[in-house]
């Protein structure tokens, strides 16, 4: 389930051309985060729930709200997060590791070879970033340093 809302402040009448528009599965921290982003006005902002609903059903009427970009507050035309197919309209829906179309490679360790960051850390306890790090190496203070003995990371062919 999603949630459909409005974000305006209390002059604003119009939701067609006023506002914001978005879409989120969890609208108290979409809140958060749109005081955040709108700190002068956090104290004046309305956030309505016009909605509830199947995500793809609540990006349909978003993208009927907001069918070009700069409509109220809006940049993006409405209809997908951060203008990228959302759900099973996507291609990769579902699709992790070796199967997802932006697959790069695998992570090889000592305990083994992994298709996804996330898989390693979770074999090890340890943060994905902190696998990334170790099979790819990293640049500290604009020195390459070199992946840790036993850790690498080899690309798809």
């Not at 793809?56 to 709200?65: A, G, H, P, T, V």
């Not at 109220?72 to 959302?86: D, E, L, Q, V």
Request: proline residues 4%.
């Amino acid at each position: 389930m999603a949630v459909l809302y409005w974000v305006h402040l209390p002059e604003h009448s119009n939701m067609f051309n006023q506002g914001y528009i978005g879409v989120t599965p969890n609208i108290k921290k979409r809140i958060r985060e749109h005081k955040h982003k709108f700190k002068a006005y956090a104290d004046q902002l309305i956030i309505d729930v016009i909605l509830i609903a199947e995500q793809s059903y609540c990006y349909m009427i978003e993208k009927s709200l907001r069918p070009i970009r700069n409509i109220g507050w809006n940049k993006a035309i409405g209809g997908y997060r951060n203008n990228k197919m959302i759900g099973e309209e996507n291609p990769n829906f579902g699709k992790i590791g070796e199967q997802a179309s932006n697959f790069q490679g695998w992570y090889i360790t000592p305990k083994g070879e992994f298709s996804t960051s996330y898989e390693a850390a979770k074999a090890f306890n340890l943060n994905p970033m902190t696998i990334i790090r170790k099979c790819k190496g990293r640049m500290v203070n604009g020195k390459f340093i070199q992946p840790q003995e036993g850790w690498a990371f080899k690309q798809k062919a």
